[in-house]
């Protein structure tokens, strides 16, 4: 394509008179929505991430400086700010006149709950992106459908607002749409994908197809009906021990990422006790094949996440589930045309409703376990902007259907799980005890 032709893509924003802004959904876009509205009434995969600070000022001090850091992020990355109306996005800029307004839909002030994590159970998912402060535990959530950004969005987003508490500054509330994001379609200038990656990937559905007969699966212990809002556990690893995986994981060739992944299969299949193969995906942040200035932070809210479908066969080990993944990850990430995959998966993803709504009041359904690693947020979110430290992060993802969904990263030094699910189809001890097999398989590797 040549430049005109970007100038002119479909999904780059354009200008209406009614002074409002709109384009076309991207591809990613298109994909992660089908997912979103997959259950007429729900939001699905909703996002919360959250943050806890360390600061010696008043709770007064500390409220006026984090509604300003939230006030500043909308008119800095005003795609926070973008609404999904059927098949584009639109976006209005903010004015002066029209900020409390705004900060009453979408900050909320918690004085009296004691934990985000235990709050984030009760929060029934929303259209716009919310941002949650609780002055007694000084902790931060970040709300968002999942079309509005990706993980390492979400965690650019909320390392930026830290930054904006730390370092308070005046919000700058013109050229707004000067400074609005572009999709993954512009931003990496994907273009059509070619006849190659339509076949490869039409073969690799099929492969995944064929494996899906024999899944590993954890079942619910609950009938349901879904729930609205998401319930998580947690298990941190210490820093010695996050470090002997580290260690271990490197003595073996394999990344962290992998390992877990591969850990997170074997407590599958320990768990379900059944023979079987894992279907999941491989990831890849694009942000390092966008050029300048899309791949900065100040472009966080976007969907540059790319998945690709991926499996494990009838896997014996963590050494060898993770060793499959491996080759998986690698290969998708090492192809020069990898970005392509979202065409054909989009065309392809034309039940994916049925899929999700099939699952949902199954008295005994199997319940797939998603994993998605995030790495070392290194580089994403920093421990201490002036004299706010960031203590501690999680994240959680609320599911429709009774799948479980485990996110693996590390935080200064230590290597984290969350896991999300639905409460109508999974009890805290049916996840927890998942957990527990988890993590004694953790502790066999360094033993």
């Not at 903010?94 to 984030?120: G, K, M, Q």
């Not at 999709?183 to 190659?196: N, T, Y």
């Not at 990831?283 to 809210?301: G, L």
């Amino acid at each position: 394509m040549s430049s005109d032709s970007w100038d002119s893509h479909p999904c780059g924003w354009k200008p209406t008179a009614s002074g409002r802004y709109v384009r076309e959904q991207d591809t990613r876009e298109k994909l992660v929505l089908r997912q979103v509205r997959g259950v007429a009434g729900h939001i699905n995969y909703h996002m919360v991430f959250s943050v806890t600070l360390q600061y010696s000022m008043p709770c007064s001090d500390a409220e006026s400086r984090v509604r300003a850091a939230w006030i500043s992020l909308r008119c800095a990355q005003p795609s926070i700010a973008a609404v999904a109306e059927d098949n584009c996005m639109t976006f209005a800029a903010i004015r002066p006149e029209d900020v409390d307004a705004w900060v009453s839909n979408t900050f909320f002030v918690h004085e009296t709950a004691d934990s985000a994590l235990s709050l984030s159970s009760e929060l029934q998912p929303a259209v716009e992106m919310q941002l949650h402060f609780l002055p007694r535990s000084k902790e931060l959530m970040l709300c968002a459908s999942h079309e509005h950004a990706d993980g390492h969005g979400m965690i650019m987003l909320l390392d930026t607002i830290c930054e904006n508490i730390a370092f308070p500054s005046l919000p700058v509330f013109e050229n707004q749409a000067e400074r609005l994001s572009p999709p993954l379609d512009i931003a990496a200038r994907i273009g059509a994908a070619s006849p190659r990656i339509w076949d490869q990937t039409t073969k690799l559905m099929k492969e995944w197809g064929a494996r899906a007969a024999r899944p590993l699966y954890i079942k619910a212990d609950r009938q349901g009906p879904s729930v609205g809002t998401v319930s998580t556990s947690r298990l941190v690893l210490s820093d010695k021990n996050s470090s002997a995986i580290l260690r271990w994981a490197k003595a073996r060739g394999l990344s962290v990422n992998d390992a877990m992944n591969g850990a997170v299969v074997m407590a599958t299949k320990r768990y379900g006790n059944t023979e079987g193969n894992w279907l999941g995906g491989v990831m890849m942040d694009a942000r390092n094949q966008i050029p300048t200035p899309y791949n900065a932070r100040k472009h966080a809210a976007t969907i540059f996440f790319v998945a690709c479908p991926a499996f494990v066969e009838n896997p014996q080990s963590v050494v060898d589930a993770a060793t499959q993944i491996q080759k998986q990850r690698v290969a998708f990430q090492q192809d020069p045309e990898a970005l392509q995959i979202l065409q054909p998966m989009l065309a392809m993803a034309t039940s994916s409703n049925s899929k999700i709504e099939s699952k949902i009041g199954t008295a005994a359904s199997q319940s797939q376990v998603e994993y998605s690693g995030l790495g070392n947020l290194s580089g994403f979110l920093e421990q201490a902007h002036g004299s706010i430290e960031i203590v501690d992060f999680w994240l959680t993802l609320g599911h429709c259907n009774n799948s479980i969904g485990v996110y693996c990263y590390t935080f200064r030094r230590k290597l984290n799980f969350s896991c999300s699910y639905n409460s109508g189809f999974h009890s805290k001890r049916n996840v927890d005890s998942f957990i527990r097999i988890l993590k004694t398989l953790l502790e066999g590797l360094y033993a």
